[in-house]
T-cell receptor, first 115, second 115 residues
Framework: DSGVTQTPKHLITATGQRVTLRCSPR?????VYWYQQSLDQGLQFLIQ???????AKGNILERFSAQQFPDLHSELNLSSLELGDSALYFC??????????????FGEGSWLTVV | AQTVTQSQPEMSVQEAETVTLSCTYD???????LFWYKQPPSRQMILVIR??????QNATENRFSVNFQKAAKSFSLKISDSQLGDAAMYFC????????????FGKGTLLTVNP
């Protein structure tokens, strides 16, 4: 158990719909990251938040958005869903920047199936 | 942009034997971090081992060790005394250690352990 909690674990929804994935980081971790794992794209970095502020953005679509709340939990919002958005979405957390030697820990992921 | 290459899509090893998984990366930076993550059938991403580029000594974690060749930009993972539970997808990952944090992953190597 990494200490990173993600809900829901599985989600099936229709095209055009909107879903929210939730993540609670490990106790004491200030950074939250979202990754997408799909068969054709592999593991892709989406976005990072540090203590409530966006820190880095990767290959995140405009239809997707995220935020980190004052209690440090994070949500990833996926809207106007398409079949190609079906993937495993990981949340991960770390204490801070990697220069301080922190390691990033992953949650168990949220399986999203768009039908 | 940094890239991570795992040239072995699949590997197999006999139980109790030793196997080495290859990883090469491309970067122009001198300070960075390298990781190996394991993803078993449960799909959770589990950190196996990490290496700081400024450290010449190869990292070791029990039966797992790395061969870090900075000049060659090579970072291989050696698993000794392989166990059935080692069967998983293994991902090599790179991080530049900057103010933002983005793990760049390779495509992965699927390791099968034969009894």
């Amino acid at each position: 158990d990494s200490g990173v909690t993600q809900t829901p674990k599985h989600l099936i929804t229709a095209t055009g719909q909107r879903v929210t994935l939730r993540c609670s980081p490990r106790s004491g971790d200030l950074s939250v990251y979202w990754y997408q794992q799909s068969l054709d794209q592999g593991l892709q970095f989406l976005i990072q938040y540090y203590n409530g502020e966006e820190r880095a953005k990767g290959n995140i679509l405009e239809r997707f958005s995220a935020q980190q709340f004052p209690d440090l939990h994070s949500e990833l919002n996926l809207s106007s869903l398409e079949l190609g958005d079906s993937a495993l979405y990981f949340c991960a957390s770390s204490v801070g920047a990697v220069r301080s030697g922190n390691t990033i820990y992953f949650g168990e992921g949220s399986w999203l199936t768009v039908v | 942009a940094q890239t991570v290459t795992q040239s072995q899509p699949e590997m197999s090893v006999q139980e109790a034997e030793t196997v080495t998984l290859s990883c090469t990366y491309d970067t122009s930076e001198s300070d960075y971090y390298l990781f190996w993550y394991k993803q078993p059938p449960s799909r959770q991403m589990i950190l196996v081992i990490r290496q700081e580029a400024y450290k010449q000594q190869n990292a070791t974690e029990n039966r797992f060790s790395v061969n870090f060749q900075k000049a060659a930009k090579s970072f291989s993972l050696k698993i000794s005394d392989s166990q059935l539970g080692d069967a998983a997808m293994y991902f090599c990952a790179y991080n530049s250690g900057g103010s933002n944090y983005k793990l760049t992953f390779g495509k992965g190597t699927l390791l099968t352990v034969n009894p």
